[in-house]
């Protein structure tokens, strides 16, 4: 077992980390999230945690890359599910962890990339429409599912999976801040729940050496 455990509670601790090192246009970054409470275990900043209690998949509805309703339960039922919130402009964060996880899902079979779905949700809906959302998944992997909409029920949607994100602004220099915890949840097929937690520390390593059992309802 390559994994610490870590309680529901806890992700509040991770998820302020989180942000502390998400870039912004403007490198600006902040926030807080859910009550914080004690971590177990030392495990390397590169590995992921198991969540003690799993997190439900969020009910979310959104508008996918092609301009169609997209309902996330209805669609990854049944299949190991990566979720991720971010947005297409941040300069560091999202396209690092993208792009681990596209380096991940190139060495898996056909079978296996038929059986992972992998969702990145916008946290910046003005920006990121439909088009522009789904150019630069394309960049990262034609796989990938990329979805935009209302903020209000993604901003719902991420906190129920204890990712805390922040409407995007306009700074006083004229920049867009757009804010948001950098995990990646792992679900698992057999129960549709979040039981793999990865933060912006894990590399495509880590995707790599995961991403089977996951595919497989097991875990790493």
């Known amino acids: 077992m390559h994994l610490r455990r ?9 998820t302020v980390l989180a942000l502390a090192s998400c870039g912004s246009d403007d490198g600006g970054d902040g926030g807080d999230g859910t009550p914080a409470a004690e971590i177990s275990g030392g495990q390397a900043p590169d590995e992921g945690t198991v969540l003690d209690t799993p997190f439900d998949k969020p009910d979310l509805v959104l508008t996918d890359t092609d301009g169609q309703p997209y309902d996330l339960r209805a669609e990854t039922a049944g ?18 962890t993208m792009s681990n996880i596209a380096v991940a899902t190139a060495g ?20 990121d429409t439909p088009e522009s ?3 630069w998944l394309d960049a990262q992997d034609p796989d990938f599912t990329g979805l935009t909409g209302d903020f209000t029920a993604v901003q719902e949607a991420a906190e129920s999976v204890g990712v805390y994100i ?17 995990q990646v949840v792992g679900f698992l097929p057999t129960d549709d729940l979040g039981h793999v937690l ?9 995707f790599e050496r995961d991403l089977p059992k996951l595919i497989e309802g097991e875990l790493p």
């Open 6 to 14: 870590i309680t529901t509670a806890a992700v509040a601790a991770t």
């Open 108 to 127: 898996l079979t056909d079978e296996q990339r038929a059986d992972l779905r992998v969702v990145f949700v916008t946290t910046d809906p003005e920006r």
């Open 198 to 206: 990865y933060s912006e520390g894990v590399t495509a390593r880590t």
């Open 79 to 96: 299949h190991a599910t990566l979720l991720y919130f971010g947005y297409t402009n941040c300069p560091d964060i999202c396209p690092l």
């Open 133 to 135: 959302l789904g150019t």
């Open 166 to 182: 922040e409407p995007s602004f306009e700074d006083d220099d004229g920049s867009i801040v757009s804010t948001h915890g950098t």
